[in-house]
């Protein structure tokens, strides 16, 4: 028998009392959380930790920011969350400071390259929405060094 | 209930994962397979990043280095960009992962898994300097589209592998090769599976270079999962989307490879230069092969204040595409007057290089050093952005930092 045949055997050995082991620990866990905590789901206190889990509601605004992305709560907010953050984040949105003729060439081109759906009537409200709330900034040939961190150097 | 499915699935995963992995195959397990979380929260933690690391999106992922991160001379996977265009690929295996060869111009397909790569072929480790295209897009007026890069989005580390030479030498390649394209196992944002998110390649004369890899370590160690584990392209020098991540396939082509990302716009500029903002035509632009020259000041962080009389060491690295950094100058009055500081060699070709100096200033006040570097034709750094082109490629311009004297 070689050397890897013996190894199998003896793991499969191992393996098995293993599979016992944790089916028993499994079994134990299951009926010991059942008894600590099955009836907690009437609880008050479990009413709050679902609130934990189910707090994720893609709608949510808070300070004039929809949370789920970032963006800016304005006209033309819906529209946009759900045609411009499916495939790719929001990040990338408000990075880029475009006007409304680049930003219907660069729509043009997602629906070229990047399988982007027709958006008929809602791309004119989304490019509303982004040169209002993300309109281009002129930084001419080169920009001063801004939000410098100062701190001592020893 | 939720909760409870919670707890019984994770109990399940933890001794699935006792039994299955530490015991029996704990000996042949791929040191990457991690039931990927991919939705975690915490990228820094996901990809064992540096927490001042910038993420510029999420989705796909695209985080960039400052400046003062990327002090090290070989760049640590801490402080290395991520660029991705499409969805990290998940459960790769590099036992079972094969390279396949095919294309108009291969005489034969072909496959290796990355054992027969190992064994078959002899391992190079070169440190190779990757920059993306589009590092410092940030800057450029009026704006590209795009990842808005900084200055982060470049890194020198060693890579480890078989040259892509030998390789396709033992495939066999047609005289009428012009170009290889790679094919890799990322998907597309769209989750369209016949969709490729990148493929991009290089002209022949770059894929029989030297030090252009087909590498499966990076620093001495598996590539990290997010820089293209367990096998990647890594063509230095030029623009890092060339060497493709997770490769799992080369087409060897008699025609420039025309994958996705290799037209239109991407990773394109004018082939004569236009005036900011100008329309160009989709023949009028020409690909980006070498980078061009530039340099960073990674010590000090922006932002010293030192004492009246103090002296400031500066240090940094230089680099230039396929050339080498001939000339290292730093100036501390906006380029009125310049001081050479010395550069040393690089380690090999395409590798990055360091400077340094050390700085007195005439009196107190406000400061900015601004570092330029000259490549090996003369050609340097300018202070100003480079020619506008509509993605905003390869932004050159110095890199400078403010300090402040007593």
């Keep these: 028998m070689s050397e890897q045949n013996k190894f199998w055997k003896s793991s499969r050995r191992i393996y098995r009392f293993l599979i016992v082991v944790c089916v028993l620990a499994l079994v134990s866990g299951i009926v010991i959380f059942y008894l600590n905590y099955g009836d907690t789901d009437t609880d008050k206190n479990a009413e709050n930790e679902y609130t934990t889990f189910s707090d994720d509601d893609p709608d949510r605004i808070e300070d004039g920011i929809h949370v789920r992305t970032g963006l800016v709560d304005a006209p033309g907010l819906q529209e946009t969350v759900n045609n411009c953050t499916s495939c790719h984040s929001a990040k990338l949105v408000m990075q880029n400071r475009m006007g409304a003729e680049r930003w219907h060439a660069t729509i043009r081109w997602m629906q070229k390259t990047q399988n982007l759906w027709p958006l008929g009537e809602n791309e004119a409200i989304i490019v509303d929405y982004l040169v209002t709330n993300y309109p281009p900034k002129s930084k001419g040939r080169r920009e001063t060094l801004a939000d410098v961190d100062w701190y001592e150097l020893r | ?406």
């Design chain 2, 1 to 406: 209930m939720q909760r409870r499915k919670f707890v019984q699935k994770a109990t399940l995963a933890s001794m699935t994962a006792l039994l299955g992995t530490d015991i029996v195959f704990g000996n042949t397990l791929p040191d990457h397979y991690l039931p990927l979380g991919l939705q975690d929260p915490d990228p820094f933690k996901m990809f064992n990043k540096n927490k001042e690391m910038v993420i510029l999106n999420d989705k796909p992922w695209n985080i960039e280095a400052q400046a003062h991160l990327l002090d090290d001379k070989i760049t640590p996977n801490s402080a290395m960009f991520i660029r991705n265009n499409g969805l990290v690929p998940e459960d790769l295996d590099a036992t079972t992962w094969t390279l396949a060869f095919d294309g108009e111009s291969v005489k034969q397909s072909k496959s290796y898994t990355i054992q027969e790569l190992k064994s078959k072929f002899k391992t190079h480790t070169y440190q190779l300097t990757l920059e993306c295209g589009g590092n410092g897009r940030s800057e450029f007026n009026p704006p590209a589209n795009g990842n808005q890069w900084t200055i982060g989005a470049v890194s020198s580390a060693k890579w480890t592998g078989v040259r892509l030479r030998d390789v396709l030498e033992d495939v066999g390649v047609k005289p009428d090769a012009v170009y290889i394209g790679y094919h890799a196992a990322d998907t597309h944002l769209s989750q369209n599976p016949n969709t490729e998110p990148i493929s991009r390649g290089v002209p022949m004369s770059k894929a029989m270079q030297d030090e252009t890899l087909l590498a499966f370590q990076m620093n001495g160690a598996d590539i990290p999962l997010a820089h293209g584990y367990p096998l990647r392209l890594v063509a230095g020098g030029w623009p890092a989307s060339v060497s493709g991540k997770w490769l799992n396939r080369i087409s060897v082509r008699n025609i420039v490879h025309d994958g996705e990302k290799m037209d239109g716009d991407s990773y394109r500029v004018p082939c004569e230069p236009v005036a900011p903002g100008e329309e160009v035509e989709d023949e009028e632009m020409c690909i980006i092969e070498s980078m061009p020259v530039k340099s960073l000041i990674t010590y000090p962080k922006s932002g010293a204040m030192l004492k009246e009389g103090q002296s400031l060491n500066i240090r940094g690295h230089a680099w230039a595409g396929e050339l080498e950094v001939a000339q290292m100058e730093y100036s501390i009055d906006f380029g009125a007057t310049w001081k050479d500081c010395p550069i040393e060699k690089p380690v090999n070709r395409l590798a990055w290089q360091h400077f340094s100096a050390k700085i007195d200033f005439p009196k107190n006040g406000y400061y900015e050093v601004w570092a330029r570097a000259t490549d090996a034709k003369g050609v340097s750094q300018p202070m100003v952005l480079p020619g506008w082109n509509p993605k905003g490629y390869l932004n050159n311009a110095c890199h400078r930092i403010a300090v402040k004297i007593g």
